[in-house]
């Protein structure tokens, strides 16, 4: 079991880095986004560092109408490699470190995001997971025959049901069903397979996922939307939580109020690691590290900044000049969280609109922490330690030059401080993560039952 | 360009070994479905062989509702990785060799199966290719929310308009569009690129797809049907064709029936490379390849041996006892092409039931030989240069021991014969094929026109 006084760390990788202008930067690879070689040296290096896990987001479709604004970032899901086929290339060249895909339910069949995710756990003896997100951009609609996207509250029922489709067809098989047994001639014990025979409001899935079940038994599920419907899903399915927080007291509310909703589903509050983004820009000393961070800031080009915002908040902002305060934003049908976030934010700090893009383009709203190695550790530790985190998501501002300065600079520093570990304690993501492997959904006293689904 | 005096050849790499019954021979790994270092291996031989490509079947539901059948056998998806996950992985252990996975138009996204295909081409330096199948299973619509499949005629409707929009997504970029100029700013030429904007009988889908355009272009497109359909369709877009014939003479007349077809569509028939399955069972005497076929027969169980005939031609022959004559088979809503075969086969030679399920079971369907080495190249030789093939896709009836067996034996005589390559010709599987790189859909002329989409 995982001590709470080692935090989990995962490596967010995003093809050049987090910051908006990290591709003009010396400092990231400029084709990042496929370049295989790039992706095999970042995970090679985070497994070296024992981090956690890599974490990927995804996007089905480029995130923006703007072509000018569009052709000027590298971050926009413009192009490069899709999440899943990477991480299956990658799971060949590394062997303890986890790996994390996102997923939407809003676009895909449980079938296939069930299917894919087990043959990569099983492809990576237990080290994948499944970020679960739901999609809110019309554009991905009208790629998949649609005219518009689902509303906020349909979209979360969809993937209700699409999580709890996807654990039943990982439980398929029992862990002891392929049996292999040459002599008698029995490749699986038939009594060990079972149907899910799913028929709900959004899918009717029959099974068996043609799959063995998982080396995790599940693959890890972790969750990113933080909005009422997010905080609800999550407590009753994930086991991590990415999540989006500025300041201590904004993080240690979520926290305590996630996992205060665990109870109602009968989970213990250790089996879910929450782990907020963090932005970490290091230097040696205090200036050298404002400088790097001035330095990436004066990459980014006005319309780029100011076409993320409205991307990020949903809002159109076109009628405010750029040294205007930032105005009341209508509800849109948008990601609700990231909405409420940088009003907040705006609100808190009476900030301009060019003062609020330039804050939200440098890490699209996550934490951002520019300092020395110690201030880096002493920002996380005391989240940490104040119960406003279990780890961090890092994500590095430019790549690989950001992952080596962390790990060169802040890891040794939480390392002597006892807050990040040597070594991995186990094999699987599971096992490092500190979360208990499921048991199959059939309790084994039932098993054999009539009720047991037969093919 | 690719000689005619030379054959291209697949390693069709299925878990244990085509053979029904391959997974209970000492010669194959009977945890192959599922073991990494098992597929990591086969990829290196094959590659070290210089094969054109691996190629790897598929199928989205188990295939069978005869529990106890099911249970004995290893090969019919009852447990195993897909294909685009594991091809991904090697990918990173690969350098030259061809990745191809099936992935069906009936119950997938031509976004989703564009996306990841394209960015198989990119992990693996443009040595994807896409084996496009229509599913003919209604266990396989069961687990897609719809209640039965569709009929054969709608599938191959949907599956011509599948692959356009997939070609056309393929195009979002031009293959300079990532200019990824640091200094101005600007990281991709927003004039290259266009949107799809397709509307059609089955699918409504914008673009653009948000992967650069892949390093072939297009991933090769494979196709595996030979219905009077899948002929068609063939002949329209495929690049490479797999299929199965038993003898000579339909092989001959199969070849210059899709080739004869082409220039309707006015394409080159050097641009599309027909490579029957063959399965080979080689020693390195005739007894001894007799001998180790009969050793994989007398392990095919009678029950595995008529539930995949019944699968393989649609039919219900319960009612017919082992020893009676196949019966006229009613026409069904499955794969047609195998039926006529099998009943092709069965009147030809006069077959029992019991007679054509243990053929039909050995290799299902696909050519077997059984010899020495040179007994091999000569079948394989006399059919390449009948014209019935531009090469062959292999099927080792137990893996590893199958693969070895071939590159060992039967290569070198090949190689002798100089019928076969000693090194890759190119970098790319198009290069290796000899098939031409596809140009942009937009001609140059009439780019930067009006015409041209904008986001």
Do not use: C
Request: cysteine-free; aromatic content about 8%.
């Amino acid at each position: 079991m995982a001590r709470r006084d080692r935090m989990r760390l995962g490596a967010f990788l995003y093809p050049g880095g987090h910051h908006v202008a990290a591709w003009r930067h010396p400092s990231s690879d400029a084709d990042a986004g496929i370049n295989a070689a790039h992706y095999r040296q970042l995970a090679r290096t985070a497994e070296a560092a024992k981090f956690d896990l890599i974490f990927l987001a995804d996007g089905v479709s480029i995130r923006g109408d703007d072509l000018d604004a569009l052709s000027r970032t590298a971050i926009r899901y413009v192009g490069q490699f899709e999440p899943l086929t990477l991480l299956s290339h990658l799971s060949a060249v590394t062997e303890r470190i986890g790996l994390v895909a996102t997923a939407s339910t809003t676009y895909n069949e449980p079938f296939h995001v069930a299917r894919k995710f087990a043959s990569l756990d099983h492809l990576s003896g237990g080290r994948a997971g499944w970020n679960l997100v739901t999609s809110a951009d019309p554009r991905e609609a009208w790629n998949f025959s649609r005219e518009s996207h689902l509303a906020h509250a349909n979209r979360y029922a969809r993937a209700e049901e699409f999580v709890d489709v996807v654990r039943g067809l990982w439980d398929s098989y029992e862990d002891d069903a392929f049996v292999r047994d040459r002599e008698g001639g029995r490749f699986f014990d038939p009594d060990k397979l079972h149907l899910l025979a799913h028929e709900g409001a959004h899918f009717s899935v029959r099974g068996p996922l043609n799959v063995p079940r998982p080396p995790q038994g599940h693959p890890v599920v972790v969750q990113a939307g933080s909005s009422e419907a997010g905080k609800a899903l999550a407590a009753r399915t994930a086991e991590v939580i990415f999540t989006a927080q500025q300041t201590l007291e904004d993080a240690v509310a979520f926290y305590a109020d996630v996992k205060g909703r665990m109870a109602a589903h009968g989970r213990d509050p250790d089996h879910l690691k929450i782990m907020p983004g963090a932005f970490p820009v290091v230097g040696q000393s205090e200036a050298e590290a404002q400088d790097k961070f001035a330095a990436l800031q004066a990459l980014i080009h006005p319309v780029v900044g100011r076409s993320l915002l409205e991307q990020l908040t949903g809002a159109d902002l076109s009628a405010y000049p750029d040294d205007a305060a930032v105005p009341e934003l209508p509800e849109t049908n948008g990601g609700k969280s990231r909405q409420d976030l940088f009003l907040r934010l705006a609100r808190r700090e009476g900030l301009t609109i060019r003062e609020l893009y330039l804050r939200a383009a440098s890490a699209r709203g996550h934490w951002t922490i520019v300092g020395t190695p110690a201030q880096v550790a002493d920002a996380l530790q005391e989240r940490f330690e104040a119960r406003g985190a279990d780890g961090f998501n890092i994500m590095p501002p430019t790549l690989p030059g950001g992952l080596d300065d962390f790990v060169a600079l802040v890891l040794p520093e939480l390392r002597r401080r006892g807050l990040f570990r040597d070594a991995y304690e186990g094999s699987t993501l599971r096992e490092n993560l500190g979360l208990p492997r499921p048991p199959h959904r059939i309790p084994s006293a039932a098993r054999g039952s009539p009720e047991r689904g037969a093919a």
